[in-house]
């Protein structure tokens, strides 16, 4: 137990938190609910060994590897959802005084059946028997350079 009364000690958090949870949620899930305590203590210091003690005190044993794999996901989890949230806030807004450019044109398609990602032999296939403009691809580069110049030009303005 720890000196001080306003923190209990993890145990007894971690138990607090199990016992709000539905006891039929797998360890992962069970995991997942007792991060936001866990990390404060990895960035502590507390090795993972002695917070895997911790649960295995306050009921939840895992093995190592759950431990990590778990630890993992959720991380990777909030990272992305900080990822997304920063990239929002971002995003320019568009001011109400200035005038709707032009209607952007479409997306040119030079290459007709292209999967958007490679997951079976079936997309392997779509690929090999794709069809391909060579003038619409001509197009579509010719657009993306004038796109691209027209950027480096903005931006050379703003400096």
Same mark, same amino acid.
């Given at each position: 137990?720890?000196?001080?009364p306003?923190?209990?000690? @993890?145990?007894?958090r ?14 992962? #899930? ?7 305590? +866990?990390?404060?203590?990895?960035? $502590?210091?507390?090795?993972? $060994? ?10 939840? @044993?895992? =093995?190592?590897n ?14 992305? #959802?900080?990822?997304e949230?920063? =990239? ?6 568009v001011?109400?005084? %200035?005038? @709707? ?6 997306p040119?398609?030079? +290459?007709?059946?292209?999967p958007?990602? +490679?997951? %079976?032999?079936?997309d ?6 794709m069809? +391909? ?14 796109? #691209? ?5 903005i931006?050379?303005?703003?400096e």
């Amino acid at each position: 137990m720890t000196d001080n009364p306003l923190k209990p000690d @993890p145990i007894a958090r971690y138990r607090a938190v199990l016992e709000s949870l539905d006891p039929r949620l797998r360890q992962a #899930a069970k995991l997942r609910a007792l991060y936001p305590l +866990i990390e404060p203590q990895v960035a $502590a210091g507390v090795p993972h $060994a002695a917070i895997m003690e911790d649960l295995a005190a306050a009921d939840l @044993p895992v =093995q190592r590897n759950t431990y990590i794999t778990t630890l993992r996901r959720w991380r990777k989890a909030r990272r992305l #959802a900080a990822e997304e949230a920063s =990239q929002a806030t971002t995003t320019p807004a568009v001011e109400p005084n %200035t005038t @709707p450019a032009a209607k952007p044109t479409p997306p040119l398609d030079a +290459i007709q059946g292209r999967p958007s990602r +490679i997951q %079976t032999p079936g997309d392997l296939r779509k690929i090999r028997d794709m069809r +391909i403009d060579l003038d619409a691809l001509r197009r579509e580069g010719l657009a993306n350079r004038a796109k #691209a110049s027209q950027d480096t030009e903005i931006q050379h303005d703003k400096e």
